[in-house]
């Protein structure tokens, strides 16, 4: 009985969760369309004036990067919190490889937005390390799950 009951919290909580981040996702990737509209514009509008940078477009690629491994560590968390709703147990194999992945997603993102605010702007950014903790703790939680999932097959196997 108590375990279904946690199964139950499990599912809502990975509904609710799953809604969330797509909500997270879409709000930023408004105004990213907005923005990347309006500075096209303008930026076409001024086309005799603009400048080539190898600095700026290096920046700009690995801003792309940074983007796209932000953009698949959040798909890779809503197919996680999915599947969790959908499991008999969330201690499985493929969910602590999804959390490694983002986890590694997150790692690798820091230092790339590291180098690309430097080349833009000359400095560095005066909060960082946010991405490189999140990742590190995601490969920590992800042996947590990989452990879990070995428990929950022995417990299996015992029955």
Not at 29 to 41: E, H, M, P, Q
Not at 43 to 69: P, T
Not at 145 to 150: D, I, K, S
Request: charged share 15%; proline share 3%; hydrophobic share 45%.
């Amino acid at each position: 009985m108590e375990k279904e009951i946690l199964r139950k919290k499990i599912r809502n909580s990975g509904k609710l969760a799953v809604t969330v981040l797509i909500v997270y996702m879409l709000l930023p990737l408004y105004t990213f369309v907005k923005n990347f509209g309006a500075g096209f514009t303008e930026g076409y509008q001024s086309a005799e004036s603009v400048s080539f940078s190898l600095s700026g477009l290096i920046a700009g690629l690995l801003m792309i990067i940074v983007i796209g491994a932000g953009i698949a560590a959040v798909v890779i968390s809503c197919s996680l919190l999915w599947q969790m709703t959908r499991d008999e147990s969330p201690f499985t194999e493929a969910n602590g490889r999804k959390i490694l992945t983002a986890g590694i997603m997150f790692i690798a993102s820091e230092p790339l937005y590291f180098i690309s605010m430097y080349l833009t702007h000359g400095s560095v950014p005066e909060i960082y390390g946010l991405s490189l903790a999140a990742g590190l703790t995601l490969c920590c939680i992800s042996g947590v799950f990989r452990y879990g999932a070995l428990l929950q097959q022995e417990s299996d196997e015992t029955l």
